[in-house]
Structures are given as C-alpha cells and as structure tokens.
C-alpha cells in the first residue's frame, strides 16, 4: 500500500553534536561483519545534555559500541548509551498517529478531517462530525499530519549520557561492529588452448548493505576465519583485460596485504567511499600468468556416470603466482576465434602460498565412468571382502587421457588385497588410481578390498 503524507508542520530538532566524521575507518571481514571506527570533532554543551551520533549504520550491534576521547581527558565518562533506530515511514506514522487528528484528501479532492481510529488491510477507520467512516485506500489519496509522532527519527542515531565533561569541542572516537557488510574475492582468469597457462586477474567484491554510507574511509578487508559467540552473490565482473596485459604506473595504488594474528589483511593503500547498498569491485593484485594443467576425476559418490574436469596449478613463484589467496570464485573462460567464452567456475576456499589450488570447470562431455560390485562376501561379523570394477570410457576420437579415479573407503580398517592398476593413498579413507584410456577405447580398473567396521 503506497501513502502520500503532507508534513505541514514539523520540527525535528535531532540535537547538536550532529556532524559528519572527519575520518572513516572500516575492516570488513568475510562473512557479514564490518568494523567502523569514526573520529569526529563535536562541541559538548555540557555533562546535562546528551550527546548524538547519526549516520551510523542501522544494522550496527548495539552491545559492540565503544566511544572514548582522544582529548586525553581521564574523567570521561559514559553513563548510559542507547541506539534509537525507530524510523520514519509512512507505516510507522500511521500506527503512531491512532487516535489522533488527520486530514485525508479523497480521490475527488474531498476533504475529510477526524481521529484516526484505525489502519487495517486496505482501509481507514475515521471518526469525524457526522460519524464513522471506512475508507478504502487509494494511491491518489494523501494523508496530511501536522507533525511527526514523537519517538520517530529520521536516521539511525546514538545516544550517550556523559560525565567528566566541559562545554566545548571535544574529539571523540566511536567504534562498532555491524552487519550488512561483507567481502569476497573474485579470480578471472583466461586459459590457453592446452590449458598449461592462464592470464589471472584478482578483484575483491566489497558488499555494503548496513545502512549507512561511508566517505573517503579507510578500508582493510581481513581474510581468514574469525569466531564470533553463537552463530557470499557479489556482481560478476567482465573480462577487462586479455592476455599479455598489465597496469602501469598510472594505475592507483592496490591492497597491501600483510599478515595479522592468524589471518592475512588487505590494507588498500587510498581512501575510497563506501555507499550504502553498493557493491564495490577493487583490484586485488596485479595480472599474473600462472602455469596450469588440466586433470579429469572420476568419483562415482559425486556423480556415478560423469567425469569431471578440473584446472589445477600451484600457488608459489615458480608457477607465477606466490600470494595468499582470499576465499572467493573462480572463473575461466577460453578463446574461441577472436572471442573469449566463459568455461567454468569454481569456489575456492583461503589458500595459502605453496598449496595447490583446483578449479573444478564442470563434466566432460566425451568422458564416460561406471561403478559396480562385482562381488561381496563376508569374512566375520564385522568385516566384508569386496571385489570393484570401474569402467571409463573414453569417446574421443583424437585424444588420449589419464582419467584419475577416487574412491572413497570411509571405514575404520581397509587393505587393498588386488588391483589390475597401481594406487596413491591420498589419506586415511581415500586412494587414487591414474588409469590411461586411449582415444576411441574402453578400459576397466578391478580391485579387491578387505573393510572392516
């Protein structure tokens, strides 16, 4: 229902000590959780008269406030504080305005003047002089009030009682934790034809839906996984940069990232302005190339016919990278002709320098895989020999691959007793078979494994 309000009347005093910060401070953490800091130079008309901070954000966490002077001043106190955010709307005026005086101006520009009984569903309730009256609403009626119901305010605000304070201008900083913010990285990246290659690009997607903007901040996005007592779809970027391509000096100042606690931060190294319901995208780091292979996996748990196809790289120098890694998505796409097409993605986890990092792209569409026991007989109560066959087929008419085969043996006790082909042991329930499988051909991996539970 859509209200039009004539305010005819209305002096809304929200106090001195109203000012924008002069700094802007914000860490942002992964998963819905800002830090602010502001810093802002007030005048303080005495310890009698509370002192107000608007333009914060409205999703703040009240008992995570903090306000201290930076004055030096030992006797500063706070005595009290509270977060009013009951907020003007036409809904709230309603509701605040029952029982009292309104003009309503009908859809023919008749004026209607009484006490506000009621608001419910798509109607008012009216007493006027000649009696009751029930008014279906309409877009093209207005309401006219002559002042705002006290107990609205226009922005979210702070409120503090203080002691240890003089008339005068005092600089104060406020602190809060906040939701409605969050980060996340973003990879491009453009793989060659025999996919041993690709050109990356790294941004990070700072989301800011707090409810409160802020200006010429400086911003630090912390990466890692922060606990918090009881208790991720930025806008994709397009491919902006081909192959080969690299900032140069005129390009602005980056993240300069650094280890903190047991987390890594990103320090962007200029001021810039979060706006309130805006998604921001920032270079992380420069273009890179990285060398890279492509990989095929079959695991009949995942899906029992697929293979999947994965590009794999490690991050360290020598492939061309050597950075920590945000958690965040992967995306790749391939030239085709002059044209560049997107391939697949993926969601990677925080990945440290040295570790390998796989982008599962999606299912190869030429690859075919088939899982059976072929046999199961019981060796005691609690234990079982079982014979497996797995059978990969490869219809490509060109091309021969490795398909690697992971099967997942989730018992307390395995023994790989038999097997056509040789295995890795990944980790203490899962083993690895790389099976060759020609172009055009069909092959079949058979083994025997003695489980006990």
């Known amino acids: 229902m859509k209200y039009i309000f004539q305010i005819i009347a209305a002096v809304f005093i929200l106090s001195s000590g109203t000012v924008l910060a002069d700094k802007n401070f914000a860490t942002i953490y992964n998963r819905d959780l800002g830090l602010i800091k502001q810093i802002r130079t007030i005048e303080i008309h005495g310890p009698d008269q509370p002192l107000r901070f608007t333009d914060v954000a409205a999703k703040l966490i009240p008992t995570s406030v903090h306000l201290r002077a930076l004055s030096g001043n030992k006797n500063f106190q706070v005595l009290e504080q509270n977060f009013e955010f009951d907020l003007v709307s036409s809904e709230k005026i309603l509701e605040k305005y029952i029982d009292h005086p309104v003009e309503i101006i009908a859809e023919n520009g008749d004026l209607i003047t ?193 293979v999947e196809v994965r590009v794999i790289f490690r991050n360290d120098e020598t492939s061309g990278l050597g950075k920590p890694l945000p958690a965040g998505v992967f995306r790749i796409y391939q030239k085709d002709g002059d044209s560049l097409e997107f391939i697949g993605e993926d969601r990677i986890d925080h990945t440290s320098r040295n570790e390998e990092v796989k982008i599962t792209m999606g299912k190869a569409f030429d690859l075919v895989g088939k899982r ?26 060109t091309d021969g691959v490795a398909i690697i085969v992971e099967e997942d043996l989730n018992y307390p006790f395995w023994e790989i007793e038999d097997t056509t082909d040789s295995y890795r042991k990944k980790d203490a329930h899962r083993v690895e078979f790389s099976i060759p499988v020609k172009a055009d051909e069909k092959r079949t991996l058979r083994y025997t494994v003695l489980i006990q539970w």
């Open 372 to 397: 059976k026991v072929v046999d199961r007989k019981k060796v005691s109560d609690r234990s079982e020999r079982r014979t497996v066959e797995i059978e990969l087929r490869n219809n490509k008419k």
């Open 114 to 306: 009484g006490i506000l009984l009621s608001r419910r569903g798509g109607s008012l309730v009216i007493r006027t002089a000649e009696g009751i009256k029930i008014l279906g609403w309409s877009s093209k009626m207005s309401i006219n009030v002559k002042e705002l119901p006290e107990g609205l305010i226009t922005r979210p605000t702070l409120i503090w009682a203080l002691a240890g304070v003089t008339a005068g201008m005092e600089k104060l900083e406020v602190s809060y934790l906040t939701g409605g913010m969050g980060w996340q990285a973003e990879y491009v990246g453009v793989l060659n034809e025999p996919a041993s290659h690709i050109d990356l690009e790294a941004w990070v997607s700072v989301t800011n839906q707090s409810g409160a903007t802020f200006k010429d901040a400086t911003l630090k996005l912390v990466a890692g996984e922060v606990h918090r007592a009881g208790r991720a779809v930025p806008e994709r970027r397009m491919v902006k940069t081909m192959a080969g391509n690299r900032y140069d000096s005129a390009v602005p100042p980056g993240f300069e990232e650094r280890e903190f606690f047991e987390y890594h931060i990103y320090e962007l190294e200029r001021l810039t302005t979060l706006k309130d319901n805006q998604v921001k995208q920032i270079a992380l780091f420069p273009p890179a190339g990285v060398t890279s292979e492509k990989k095929f996996f079959y695991n009949a748990r995942r899906d029992p016919e697929k």
